[in-house]
């Protein structure tokens, strides 16, 4: 589900209705990894939006609860309604366009852990698909040679489960595109499991949540230069 979202119905022939969707009650805390007075990083709960939407029963999210505490806090990227871990954050204007333009000259190294439907053959590789927005089928992405932006995932097996029939891996994603991880674990035959918007029914139903996890985090501190890591270990 997209933040700020509609509903999704699954099937041949979807229907998606925008903000008719009201996100689950989120009882998980956001824990707080690291604090001071330039920037915030925190460890993002499963289920929980990270900017308000539209829909006024949507309001709670990750932006609305830490500003009751830190209220020149802003966001500088978001994590999807089922996506859990590292959120960065800035507390002052020099701090938020030093880390924008970061995330914009795509400095700021990432990495998730997914598990995957299906024992992927691959050990490791990268993922190169464009990938363009879908308007018909709003929040849906769609791969797009012609019309998509350059779009690509490095990936690393972990391990296969050949009970479940499924695959831990680690993302890597080189570029920072609106669902990439999601659409690009779609497109090579292994969506992510409990994913609403890039699977089937069966596939959302095997877990209780994504099982998508932002695990780290790597960036410049905007007041030090430092080069800084942040981590979230895996729930999952």
Known sequence: MQDGGSRLVFGSSMSIKVDDFVAPVCHDEIE?????QDILLVNKPS????????N???????????????????????LDLGTSGVML?????VANGTLTKQFQDRTIEKSYIAVL??????DEGVIDLPIAK???NFPLMRICEQTGKVARTKFLVLERDLLEKSTRVR????????HQLRIHSQQIGYPILGCDLYSNEAIFNKANRLML????????????????????????
């Open 56 to 78: 006024p029963l949507n309001k709670d999210s990750v932006h609305y609860r830490l500003v009751q505490d830190f209220p020149t806090a802003t966001l500088l990227h978001r």
């Open 47 to 54: 289920k929980l939006l990270s900017l308000s939407g539209k």
């Open 134 to 136: 879908d308007p018909p």
């Open 117 to 122: 439907d299906g024992l992927l053959t691959d």
């Open 89 to 93: 954050l800035a507390l002052n204007k």
């Open 213 to 236: 996890h932002a695990e780290s985090l790597w960036f410049d501190h905007p007041a030090t230069g430092e080069r800084t890591h942040a981590y979230a270990p895996c729930p999952f």
């Open 171 to 178: 993302f890597e994603p080189i570029t920072g595109r609106t």
């Open 32 to 36: 707080i990894l690291y604090q001071d």
